[in-house]
Every structure is written in C-alpha cells, then in structure tokens.
C-alpha cells in the first residue's frame, strides 16, 4: 500500500514538473529611461541637452534638436516608425526621420522647429525585441524663442524678413542675391542672432527683382527699427542722416529719417489715371499742422508731438514700429508709429485741377539710367544705381553717406492697405 502511495504521489509532481516547464514567460514591459533633445541655441550656437523625461514640460528647447529615446532594454525595430513614434505641433505633424538601434530611439526633424512652439512627442505600438509590450505615452516640450505672431493679412503678405540668422524671404520669393556686411543682433525681446545689424558705413542687404512688390495699387509697409547714431557721421563730421530701406529711392519707395530726427517720411511713387507716375512724401514732423492748419495740401492729420521730445523722442536709437499704408480706393496713405495714427494724408483732397486727384495706385517707376529695380535694405538704392553718385551723401560708395546705421527686424510689406484696427492687431502681437 506504501509503494502505490510512492507512486502516486510521483506521478503528480511529474505532471507539475511538466506544466511548470512548459508554462510561457511574459516578457515584462519595456520602459523609457531617458528622452533628451540635443541641438545647437540660435543665439548663440552653444550646445544645448535638454530633458524630455523630466516631471514638469521641457522649455528652450533647440531649433535644430534631434531627439533621443532611451528605453529600459532593445526594441523590437520593426514596431518603430513615424506612425508609433511622432512629433506634432498646432501646425500638425513634423516630417522627421525616426530609426532604433538597440535600446534606442532617434527623431530628427527634416527642418528646424518654429521659434517659441509648442510640441507633443507621442509614442505607442513598441515592443520590446524580448516581445515585451508598451504602455503608449506622451512628452511635452516648447522650443526657444519667441512664437510667430498672427499676423493680419497673411495670406496677402508678399514678403517677410524676420532675420532670425538668416537674411532670407520667410514668405515669399524676394530672398536677397547680395548681403553686404550684416551681422545679427539682438531684438527688441533680447533674443540674439534675430535681427540685421547694420554698420552705417557698407551694409546693404540687396533683393532683385522688388518692382513686383509694387504692382498691386495698395500698399503696407511694416518694420521694426532701432536706430544707432552713436559715430554717424558725414563728410564733415557732422551726424548723418539714415536712409532706411529704398527701392530705387523715391522711384519706387524709400523711408529716411534725418540727422536730426526731426522727422520721417516714406516717399513713393503714384500712377495717375492718364498713366502719368509721380512721386509724393508721406512725411511726418510731429507739427499737429494740417491742410487747414498750416499744413501741405491734402494732410488730412498730423499728430501734435510739440512740448516734448516729439519725433526724435520717437524714433532716435531705441526700438520703434513703423507702418505705412496706402488705400487706393480711398486715395489715402496713413503713417502709424508703435501703432499710433501720426500722419494721413488723401489724394481727394488736393486742388481739383492737380494731377494728383486721379491717383490709382502705388506703383514702380524706376528706369535703368537712374536705378534698379532693387529693394535696397540700408540705403536708399542699389550699389550699382548711377542716381547720386556725385553727392557726398547719397553714393554708396562713400562710407559718410547716409547709409543706415542700426538694427532691422521683422519687415513685412503687404499687397492690401491696413486699418487702423489691422495696424493695432500686428503692433500689439508684435511688440
């Protein structure tokens, strides 16, 4: 009886010994260890690792980050791909590269990210090459910056330079072919390498081919400037004047402001309904003097800046908006400084005998024995325009002239005219 009780009891380990040997494993769940972010900072091109794991969203994420994850043990490479492993923004998914190696991850975005953005890194669908599975997850992060502001328009914009290290059109086709001693500086948030600094003897930045921004009767230039007078001098020793931006100057559009900082003006060029073209200045003195107040004919407002540091108090050395618009429709230019009405004036109103009243629109007038169909940044016209060459001020090659000395940033010129309310949304998301 003992014996068969031996046996027995035998025979049942056997059989757990067998289910036990058989029984599968589950591999346990693959897990991050580490997210980081590597890239260079645009201000200054240091090398910057920022961590993408930690418990509160990662900021001052790089532009050009390349993105590393790390998990607990290898992954199974076929379960990785742009699907399982994302990156999106508000503007949607980031074209980017992702591969594995090991226990590792990579995510290299085919472009650099947006300045101030937010992103989301999205992982899910991984194995681990042990079968292991993986709980789908999440990381937040915003990349250095400021973010790009809505801009009114946009859709009617036909350039933009943001100088964010790179003198290039971010919008449309008007990239320059010729940049001429630009370093970049730093804006008016203190953020480096995003604006074009120019040092009042040389810089010029030149974009072919700007006639075109002038085909479209309506017009609206905006920019921020921050003028340098220190050390601008001309022939004779005497502070210069600032000629700003010019596209073959007054034959087409230029924006200068006068030793004394006095006053400002754009300058511009009109086609007349017999298709005439002549020029008139959208000049600003701060005055208060109207068409019935002293003021030239037309100038329907011209705001009072008397009884303190007026224009100069302004514009001298310290960062500004400027926009200029013109309505065709309405024959009106309006000049707006850090989103204030300073100046309008309106075609409608001159003598009704002047040639003026038929204006139709802004236009390029420029002809080859005069100028260049250049948009000059940092002087009133190409290097290679003939106009002025003879004067102490308005040759290029005269490092006394009137080059513009200072920073420039954020120019954006438009093909529809701006409201007062437009002028308002783009400073107030601007500054």
Known sequence: MKILKYFFTLSILGVILVVSCTKEVTPEILVIATIEAKGTSFEDGAEVISDLNGVTSANNVTLNAIITITLDRAVDASTVNGTNVSLTSDDGVVAASV???????????????????????????????????????NRTFRTEGRAPVVVPHAEHMLAYWNFDNNTDD???????????????????????????????????????????????????????????????????????????????????????????????????????????????????????????????????????????????????DKWVNIICSYNAAEKQGRMYINGELMKSQDFDLWPDDAPKRTVTGITYRGVASDVEPILALGFVKSINSPMWSDTP??????????????DLDDIRIFKVPFTAENVQTLYNSEK
Not at 114 to 123: D, E, K, N, Q
Not at 217 to 231: A, P, V
Not at 251 to 276: H, M, R, V, W
């Open 99 to 137: 591969t594995a190696s090991g226990s590792s991850i990579t995510v290299d975005p085919t472009e650099d990210l947006i300045r101030g953005s937010a992103y989301t890194l999205a992982i899910a669908g991984l194995k681990g090459a042990d079968g292991g599975d993986f709980f789908a997850t």
């Open 393 to 406: 001020w308005g040759d290029y090659a005269k490092p006394t002239s009137n080059h513009f000395k200072g």
């Open 170 to 316: 971010a919008v449309g086709s008007f990239s320059p072919n010729k940049v001429v001693d630009i370093t970049f500086g730093s804006d008016r948030f203190g953020q480096g390498n995003s604006t074009a600094t120019f040092d009042g003897d040389k810089s010029i930045i030149e974009i072919p081919g700007a006639d075109q921004l002038l085909t479209h009767n309506d017009f609206t230039l905006s920019f921020w400037m921050k003028t340098n007078s220190n050390g601008h001098l001309n022939a004779d020793g005497n502070p210069a004047g600032h000629f700003v931006m010019g596209l073959g100057a007054f034959f087409g559009f230029q924006f200068e402001i006068p030793a004394d900082f006095t006053s400002c003006k754009l300058a511009a060029s009109y086609i007349l309904a017999d298709g005439n073209k002549e020029s008139e200045d959208l000049w600003f003195n701060g005055s208060g003097q109207d068409k019935d107040n002293g003021g030239w004919q037309g100038w329907d407002f011209v705001a009072d800046l008397g009884g303190g540091p007026g224009v100069a108090g302004k514009l001298k």
